[in-house]
């Protein structure tokens, strides 16, 4: 028997409350119970049921965070029965329908162990022809558990936690402010003297050094910082999160005790910069040897269902003046649901890049555009995958402007554009002027999308 989806009716949601309305014709006793899941049709989040439904309305466990909306299409995944059930199209995500049919089998074998026990397993009761079909039932409970903790296996809800994305560069000298995609640098109090760059991991291709400029004698805090999107963030409600991570300190790492600040941190804004994200959640300290180490932190309370917006954060503060290695190296950086780490799972270069692309890019190839008055050129821009939001638009020096069969032309500065998150045009101001009307394409970057928080 499969999963039975409860799509009768519409239903009418309201931003920031946990109320449903389902409009005609009703809820028949029985189709909604405590941890049925719903969902709007079209939304990437789905909701638990908070207590048993009835009449025209129900609640959830945490308040709806799309927009209002009356008499919309939904789902709601119910009636979970004995047998493994068969998704289908629109039904509750896999792990959801493993863990409750898993469940159910497991509560029938259990039951077979109050029968005679001349034939038994590990305790458990089997029948003759049988007796080797359940092997280790704990150890199938344990799988369960790891799976439920887990929730979505292998998916690790920090970007470019790889360290493979470096669209700016891959050193700077002096930052206070994105490094690699999605990873923000800042010193307390905003003073300078913070480098970081893109060396070789130990069990990844990649990893992240972030140092104290040599010489430098700012004891402000280095904190790396990470900020997850809110539609993701609000999954995570109800759940412990553990994050985790690879590191090891410079020759001449100053922290007092070799220690590095780590924490999980949350905001009840909505896609905030990270250094906004004030609500420390859990924290602790690795103690860093020159060797590399992997270390853990893990939620003592699950996320509350107040919480929009998660982020992590490694810090150290130094002493003294800096050395020429004043600092720590730090690899496969990962967020888990759940209360233990997951393995390390390597993701393709161009699929992470993918992903970071909805936040931030350089357009770069061969880009048509079209000679205008004022040495300026206009040139059409197509984003794919969509960006996040629509993007700010910054000029990037060293960009080339091809007027076809006549010149190549330096890009000056930006003159104006409209960008959407899908694409548009921008219009550039080239250092020579060239022939009105004239076809041209755009070499190489000219110009940044922004949708970072």
Known sequence: MAVTTYREGSVDVVNGSALVTLNAPGIASGNVLAGHIFQIDGDDIAYTVAADGAGTSFTLTAPYVGGSANAVAYSLNRDFVEDVPVPRRGDVGPWAIMAEAVKRLLAKVNALATQTASHTHD???????????????????????????????????????????????????????????????????????AGVAQVVGITMPFAMRVTRNAGNTQVAAITLAHALETKESVLLRGDKMTFSFRARALANYSAAGGTL??????????????????????????????SWQKFTLTSSAVIEASVTQLGVNLSFTPVGTAGAADGFEVEDLRLDRGDMAQDTVFVDEAVERLRCQRFYRRPNGLFGGLVGAGNVAAVGVQVSPPMRVTPSVGFVSGGIFNEVFVATRACDSLHSSSVTKDGGFVNIILASAGTPGNLGVLQSPAFALDARF
């Open 261 to 290: 600040g780590m924490s999980i941190v949350s905001g009840t804004g909505s896609d905030q910069h990270a250094s906004t994200l004030a609500n420390v959640v859990e924290n602790g300290n690795a103690v860093l040897t020159t």
């Open 123 to 193: 305790g458990i009761y089997a029948p003759p022809d049988h007796e080797h079909v359940i092997d280790d039932v704990n150890g199938l409970q344990a799988t369960l558990d790891a799976a439920a903790a887990g929730g979505r296996s292998g998916h690790n809800f920090i970007v470019n936690g790889g360290l493979g994305c470096w669209t700016d560069g891959t050193s700077f000298a002096d930052v206070n402010g994105y490094v690699a995609e999605q990873f923000h640098v800042q010193r307390g109090g905003g003073v300078s003297g």
